[in-house]
């Protein structure tokens, strides 16, 4: 078996800069960004590697920002 | 075939004819006999009586189940009438046809169950809030309660409207030959494409009265203007008895110009050129028609069960071209052939 | 590439108006989850109410109704009367199910009305500005209760959940919250579960789901999950009221 990889996708024009998904990433894996999205807001960006594609960010992100995929790697 | 029946029942069987398969109501006198009749016809037909918490309930029930595309009613009088005002300017500002029976009886508050017509204003002059107008119909027979019943549904889908019929308790309860059988049976609905009935195969659909952009809400309101208008231009609709030659012209609607024609008759008789106009869309109001039938009138009488509300309108037509007098009684008390001629001879032809 | 997380196709992709971090967006998710799952977006009618989530109209993918405020379960009414093959689904705060709007949700359980209802109870009335609701915990401070709710004054907070499942005609009442991942998983389970029994024909079935508001309660966005957790669970203990098992069906 290969190794897997994540891949997480930022719908980022959505993002209110809630913090939420920050708050719950097991890995540290989230920041807001220090740019300014359409919507006046620091979107989420991936600020570290070592995402594990757990998923609770999209989980608790209310506005549907958040989306994971996974891809098995060589 | 004839057969005698009362007002109430022959308007819930005439329902049924028209193809209406759902009723919400709660009871209030003088209507009880049309949601008594259609708790037992709707299950022989396949379809759904269901007694509300509240009129508030019911009219709401009304909105869900218009928002599908098919025939529903309601019936109430007075307090359940100004209960329903919200949900049917909701039903107005969405574009929703149903029909609504008001059973009228003498308010104000809890007022009393006999006949009156005190619920004109509320009815024609909007009732909820909002710029908005519905259909207004005044019978004034058993046979005719049950004719406008299937008109109304057939004005309610025509313009996307709610339509009142507005009768009072009199009407309900009196007992007439009726002949139901000239009524087409209608079975099935239409499709509307409008209605929300599940989105398969077409993109989503949403009944809706919320407008927060002013320009859109704006924009809202002239559609439905623009659609009151052409409804005021096909719709009005009054009936003139004796006014070719009639010198004074009595304007009365429902059960009052049941009672004023009988005073054309005896007035005639007694020799007096009487004639009378009888409104049968209340809402538009038949102006032209009244100008028209009163051309060679020198006085209007208008007669009504409440202290003056549809001699407003009678007033706004003629413009103070002829004057116009009142009489009227209220609080469930009928005006009589009697008193209208005692005025008419105090007021001289 | 295999999917993991994105969003359901019961949702448009219109942008939510609703305050960074207000946890409706998370509730409207797994309600269009729940549709997803069983596949019954195209014969799926919602009824949005008046409230913070008026606009629900626009974001579920389904044919819609806007109803007048309280009034939600009234209007699902007429529509599941009309169309008994449908799925209907109201979704209310808890100013319009539990203050203006209980005549109407009582007694769409009392006469078990086959309907999903989705009640969103944030102890305050979002839209209008953070007023006091029914739900208001004793002591909140609200911007009609300044210096927190009092009982002589306006009474106690109504047990929603607790309340309809005393009625014959509910057929599964739970309250689950969405304050940390876990717990919107059960959320989730626990939505799809209400709509299940109405496809089985049921009848009554209410989700209450605790929710934040962080601009009425004025807390950043973490910090509101936080307090949902710590002040609201308390008084709104979550679990199963009434209970419905699919084994109910295959017995009878
Ligand atoms: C008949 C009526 N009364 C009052 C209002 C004003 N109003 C709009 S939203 C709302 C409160 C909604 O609060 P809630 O149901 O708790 O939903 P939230 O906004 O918190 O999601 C009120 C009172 C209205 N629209 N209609
Ligand atoms: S999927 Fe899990 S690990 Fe990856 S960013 Fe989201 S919460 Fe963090
Ligand atoms: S991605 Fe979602 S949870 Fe994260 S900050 Fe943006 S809106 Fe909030
Ligand atoms: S006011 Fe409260 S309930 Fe309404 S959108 Fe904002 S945070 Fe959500």
């Known amino acids: 078996m290969g190794s897997v990889v994540v891949h997480l996708r930022f719908d980022e024009q959505r993002c209110k800069g809630c913090s939420i998904c920050v708050s719950v990433c097991p890995k540290g894996v989230l920041a807001l960004g220090e740019h300014i999205n359409s919507a006046g807001y620091n979107p989420v960006v991936e600020a570290k590697q070592g995402c594990n594609g757990c998923g609770m960010c999209a989980w608790m992100c209310p506005d549907l920002v958040i989306s994971i995929y996974k891809e098995m790697g060589a | 075939m004839k057969v005698l029946m009362k007002g109430n029942e022959a308007l819930a069987e005439a329902a049924i004819r028209a193809g209406c398969r759902l009723f919400f109501g709660y009871p209030i006198t003088p209507q009880n006999e049309i949601p008594e009749y259609l708790a037992r016809r709707m299950p022989e037909v396949g379809g759904t009586f269901l007694q509300a918490e509240s009129e508030v309930a019911a009219i709401n029930m009304v909105y869900g189940a218009a928002g599908t595309g098919q025939r529903v009613m309601t019936s109430s009088s007075g307090p359940g009438i100004s209960l329903k005002q919200e949900g049917i300017s909701f039903l107005a500002g969405a574009e929703l046809p149903c029909v609504i029976v008001n059973m009228m009886r003498g308010g104000p508050g809890l007022g009393s169950i006999q006949a009156s017509q005190s619920d004109y204003f509320q009815a024609t002059k909007g009732g909820g809030h909002g710029d908005y107008r519905i259909i207004v119909l005044a019978p004034g027979s058993v046979q005719e309660l049950a004719d406008m019943t299937v008109?109304?549904?057939?004005?309610?889908?025509?313009?996307?409207?709610?339509v009142m019929i507005l009768g009072d308790g009199t009407m309900g309860q009196m007992m007439e030959p009726v002949d139901l059988d000239t009524i087409p049976i209608k079975t099935g609905h239409s499709e509307f494409p409008w209605a929300t009935t599940g989105c398969k195969d077409r993109p989503k659909r949403i009944i809706n009265s919320l407008y927060l952009d002013a320009t859109m809400l704006e924009r809202h309101n002239q559609k439905l203007q623009r659609k009151y208008r052409l409804i005021s231009e096909e719709l009005p609709r009054a009936e003139a008895y004796h006014t070719d030659d009639a010198e004074l012209v009595l304007v009365a609607f429902g059960t009052a110009a049941r009672i004023a024609r009988g005073a054309v008759d005896q007035g005639r008789a007694n020799g007096l050129r009487l004639g009378l106009v009888r409104p049968i869309t209340l809402w538009p109001f038949p102006g032209e028609f009244l100008l028209a039938a009163t051309t060679g009138a020198r006085k209007l009488l208008v007669v009504e069960m409440n202290t003056g509300q549809m001699v407003e309108d009678v007033r706004l037509v003629v413009e103070g071209r002829i004057p116009v007098h009142f009489h009227g009684r209220c609080g469930g008390m009928l005006p009589t052939v009697k008193d209208i001629l005692a005025q008419i001879e105090e007021m001289g032809v | 590439m295999r999917t993991v997380f994105a969003p359901p196709a019961s949702l448009t992709k219109d942008p939510f108006h609703y305050c960074p971090g207000c946890?409706?967006?998370?509730?409207?998710?797994?309600?269009?989850?729940?549709?997803?799952?069983?596949?019954?977006?195209?014969?799926?009618?919602?009824?949005?109410?008046?409230?913070?989530?008026?606009?629900?109209?626009?974001?579920?993918?389904?044919?819609m109704q806007q109803a007048a405020h309280g009034r939600a379960p009234a209007v699902a009414t007429g529509i599941k009367r009309a169309l008994p093959g449908s799925v209907v689904f109201t979704y209310q705060g808890d100013g319009d199910l539990a203050s203006i709007g209980i005549a109407e949700v009582i007694h769409a359980a009392a006469r078990g009305e086959n309907i999903t209802v989705v009640f969103v109870n944030n102890a305050c009335y979002g839209m209008t500005g953070g007023q006091l609701a029914p739900t208001t915990l004793i002591g909140q401070t609200t911007t009609t209760s300044p210096g927190g709710r009092r009982v002589e004054n306006t009474g106690y907070p109504i047990r929603m959940a607790e309340m309809l499942a005393t009625l014959d005609g509910s057929a599964y009442i739970a309250r689950v919250s969405v304050h940390d991942p876990a717990h919107v998983r059960q959320a989730k389970k626990s939505i799809q579960h209400a709509f299940e029994?109405?496809?089985?024909?049921?009848?009554?079935?209410?989700?209450e789901v605790l929710s934040t508001c962080p601009t009425n309660w004025g807390q950043k966005p973490v910090e509101a999950l936080t307090w949902l957790k710590e002040k609201m669970l308390p008084q709104y203990p979550l679990g199963l009221f009434k209970v419905w098992e699919r084994s109910e069906v295959n017995a009878s």
């Open chain 2, 151 to 162: 008109w109304a549904f057939e004005l309610a889908e025509k313009y996307t409207t709610p």
């Open chain 3, 197 to 207: 029994v109405q496809l089985a024909g049921r009848g009554f079935s209410m989700v």
């Open chain 3, 23 to 63: 946890t409706h967006g998370i509730i409207h998710r797994l309600v269009a989850e729940a549709i997803d799952s069983l596949d019954i977006r195209e014969r799926t009618i919602g009824v949005a109410s008046v409230g913070c989530s008026v606009l629900a109209y626009q974001y579920f993918n389904t044919d």
